[in-house]
């Protein structure tokens, strides 16, 4: 089952995107959050000018100025565009995590922690080629504790961390339990985290040629078997 929702998942990412975007009803609103998106990734936001992000979508600064009114301003509406989407793509998840907390089955709780785990090896392609960008944006907020920091903390980190938690502790019948059990979900979310960061250096260290789908799914097929050895 994990790999029908690691798939989905995957295909979603940028569709889940365009839709937020669609939702400003301005071309030139979304022209310049999809390169804000980029450029604060690839750059601080401290690096980042308002002249340069504007000329590179495609857009007069005037046009910037009055969609967003400062820098600031427009790196948090980035980090807000950054939980919808998550929310939106985790909400599957969390209905299912909803079932589980009234059946307390260990066996379903166990495919879900895969499902949500699988969802977060990402093969490189066309279809999630703005995933990159939103993962160097968390990585830099929770290492730097930047502007976007408690946003993401309250909105993302924290309730992503009860949720596998709670699971890791039903799945294993409360062998692992407490504190012990959210250790054990910041690691698991950790390391899939930084791997699909890593893929370029995963790539080279196996001699892939690329990282696509049929590589994602080696990686999320072990990554189940480590699960299954740690949580079973």
Same mark, same amino acid.
């Given at each position: 089952?994990?790999? /029908?929702?690691?798939?989905?998942?995957?295909?979603?990412?940028?569709?889940?995107?365009?839709?937020? %975007?669609?939702?400003?009803?301005?071309? =030139?609103?979304?022209?310049?959050?999809?390169?804000?998106?980029?450029?604060?990734?690839?750059?601080?936001?401290?690096?980042?000018?308002?002249?340069?992000?504007?000329?590179?979508?495609?857009?007069? %600064?005037?046009?910037?100025?009055?969609?967003?009114?400062?820098?600031?301003?427009?790196?948090?509406?980035?980090?807000?565009?950054?939980?919808?989407?998550?929310?939106?793509?985790?909400?599957?998840?969390?209905?299912?995590?909803?079932?589980?907390?009234?059946?307390?089955?260990?066996?379903?709780?166990?495919? $879900?922690?895969?499902?949500?785990?699988?969802? !977060?090896?990402?093969?490189?392609?066309?279809?999630?080629?703005?995933?990159?960008?939103?993962?160097?944006?968390?990585?830099?907020?929770?290492?730097?504790?930047? @502007?976007? /920091?408690?946003?993401?903390?309250?909105? %993302?980190?924290?309730?992503?961390?009860?949720? =596998?938690?709670?699971?890791?502790?039903?799945?294993?019948?409360?062998?692992?339990?407490?504190?012990?059990?959210?250790?054990?979900?910041?690691?698991? $979310?950790?390391?899939?985290?930084?791997?699909?960061?890593?893929?370029?250096?995963?790539?080279?260290?196996?001699?892939?040629?690329? /990282?696509? @789908?049929?590589?994602?799914?080696?990686?999320?097929? $072990?990554?189940?078997?480590?699960?299954?050895?740690?949580? !079973?």
């Amino acid at each position: 089952m994990f790999e /029908f929702y690691a798939r989905k998942g995957k295909a979603k990412m940028d569709k889940i995107l365009d839709s937020i %975007l669609e939702e400003y009803r301005s071309e =030139t609103a979304g022209k310049i959050l999809r390169t804000a998106l980029e450029m604060f990734a690839v750059g601080t936001p401290a690096a980042v000018r308002m002249r340069d992000l504007a000329k590179k979508a495609g857009v007069n %600064l005037a046009a910037a100025n009055y969609h967003f009114k400062t820098k600031d301003a427009l790196y948090m509406e980035v980090a807000n565009i950054i939980v919808r989407l998550f929310q939106r793509q985790y909400a599957p998840y969390i209905e299912r995590f909803e079932r589980v907390k009234l059946s307390r089955k260990p066996k379903e709780a166990l495919e $879900l922690i895969k499902d949500v785990l699988s969802s !977060r090896i990402r093969c490189e392609s066309r279809g999630n080629r703005y995933t990159k960008y939103i993962v160097l944006i968390l990585m830099r907020e929770e290492l730097c504790c930047g @502007e976007a /920091f408690e946003l993401f903390l309250k909105k %993302l980190f924290i309730p992503r961390t009860r949720m =596998t938690s709670e699971l890791v502790e039903i799945a294993t019948k409360g062998r692992i339990s407490g504190e012990r059990a959210k250790i054990a979900a910041k690691l698991l $979310l950790g390391q899939t985290h930084l791997f699909s960061a890593a893929r370029l250096g995963v790539k080279f260290d196996l001699n892939w040629k690329a /990282f696509g @789908e049929m590589e994602a799914e080696k990686v999320r097929e $072990l990554n189940s078997e480590f699960v299954d050895r740690i949580l !079973r």
